[in-house]
């Protein structure tokens, strides 16, 4: 057998390893045995919040340390059959295709533990603007919530709304999603920022090219346990009559709840529930999730200034832009990673951009041309 397979075995072991040391393994499989000592409990269920919370962290957990588990073994196992491979040549031949998929299972993983941001394993509240377009960006905004809301299916996380406002004649305004599960806003936090798209408009009825923009905010979904500082003397509150779809269904009791805070300028609002108590603390929710991604965006920009690099964050840029004329394409504007389909990104075919802006965050190079 030749000594390359022996050494490209080993690195893969060794990488393996390393990921599991930076990534804390042992910490999270400790963790993981505390989570199922409490939900063995008769009243795990009491506090319905609280277990959820639990059952979420647990699912993160496993998320992790389960395919770096895999993994080992598997390199194990290589070890084994190469080392079989020279006693019998039938062998040899299953030792490259394994070691190539071993690899590419590494790339994976690789790219997860660059999920190491203090709130990346939390799930994640994402709310979506209709901006500069009229109508077309009322639309716009409203195909963006349908391609995320695709996303989070496709990956088997959970979504509860928690606020929509439609626009009269197409689309909406704003809405607001609660998107669970593991590594949520890890992976989401990324399409904070201004999406543009650039299309024949469909309410226009000279067929004239339209450029919408529409603006998409993303915030880390954090425990009531996290400690986040917020004066309440800094806060207004304005209660008004929450509406369904098409501004139909209007309740007769202002039951919907919008919070402002002075002296950051953010504004949350939650009309989601009958209850105007729900609503308020889905609302304090949102507020807390927003400040925690200002702290977080702070820190990241005073450890970009500490190296003389641009902070790559910033809400109201500009990331991607979408473009259904004169051709049909989608091309992020930082990473320059980019998609021929466009229909399938407006599916929820958007990892490919969201593993993009991870390497390019940590500095690692990203393919750029269309596929």
């Not at 919408?212 to 905010?217: I, K, L, P, T």
Request: charged share 30%; hydrophobic share 35%.
């Amino acid at each position: 057998m030749d000594s390359q397979w022996y050494d490209r075995a080993e690195a893969i072991r060794q990488t393996i390893v390393q990921l599991r040391d930076s990534l804390d393994c042992a910490t999270k499989h400790s963790r993981i045995l505390e989570i199922d000592g409490e939900m063995a409990s008769p009243d795990f269920w009491d506090n319905q919040e609280k277990a959820q919370e639990r059952v979420a962290e647990r699912k993160g957990l496993i998320g992790i340390v389960k395919p770096l588990d895999e993994a080992l073994k598997s390199s194990d196992d290589l070890a084994a059959m190469i080392e079989m491979a020279e006693e019998d040549e039938s062998f040899a031949a299953e030792v490259p295709p394994e070691v190539e998929r071993i690899e590419a299972l590494l790339e994976d993983l690789k790219l997860k533990a660059l999920l190491n941001g203090r709130y990346d394993a939390a799930g994640a509240i994402l709310t979506i603007n209709a901006r500069d377009g009229g109508t077309d960006a009322n639309d716009w905004a409203e195909m963006l919530l349908r391609m995320y809301l695709m996303w989070a299916e496709k990956n088997d996380y959970a979504v509860e709304l928690i606020d929509r406002h439609d626009n009269e004649e197409a689309g909406i305004n704003h809405a607001s999603v609660a998107i669970r599960g593991p590594m949520a806003y890890g992976y989401l936090k990324g399409e904070t920022g201004m999406h543009r798209l650039v299309r024949i408009s469909p309410f226009n009825s000279e067929g004239k090219r339209q450029t919408s923009f529409a603006a998409v905010d993303v915030s880390p979904e954090i425990s009531d346990s996290v400690e986040i500082e917020i004066n309440p003397n800094d806060i207004r509150e304005d209660t008004f009559r929450a509406s369904g779809a098409g501004g139909q269904h209007v309740n007769k009791t202002s039951s919907a709840i919008r919070l402002t805070h002075f002296p950051t300028g953010i504004v949350v609002q939650c009309q989601s529930e009958r209850s105007q108590h729900k609503n308020r603390a889905t609302a304090w929710k949102m507020l807390r999730a927003r400040m925690a991604r200002m702290e977080e965006e702070k820190r990241e920009a005073a450890e970009a200034a500490k190296y003389q690099q641009q902070a790559k964050t910033g809400f109201g840029s500009q990331i991607r832009n979408y473009f259904l004329h004169p051709d049909q394409r989608v091309k992020d504007a930082r990473t320059k990673y980019g998609q021929g389909n466009f229909h399938a990104v407006m599916d929820g075919d958007i990892q490919g951009f969201l593993d993009a802006v991870l390497r390019w965050r940590a500095g690692q190079p990203v393919e750029e041309d269309d596929d």
